[in-house]
């Protein structure tokens, strides 16, 4: 039985989508600055941005996932 109706499927896809591509693309820069030693946000430590960075991408791929999984 799906848990969303036929109208909040449209959304869920979108915000899905959205989700996934920004969270992955999020994770993939992170590990580039880190890569090339290059900052990851200004003004921050280069750890605690990296972190951070990487738990916000982590976050935005689980959300993704998550909305297609109540599809």
Sequence with gaps: ???????ET???V???T???L???ALLLWTASCVRRR???AQGVPPTASAVLASVFGAA???LGLWCFARI
């Design 10 to 12: 449209g959304p869920a």
């Design 38 to 40: 290059t900052p990851v």
């Design 18 to 20: 959205v989700f996934l």
């Design 22 to 24: 920004f969270g992955g």
């Design 60 to 62: 935005f791929l689980f």
């Design 1 to 7: 039985m799906n848990a969303l109706g036929g109208t």
């Design 14 to 16: 979108f915000a899905g």
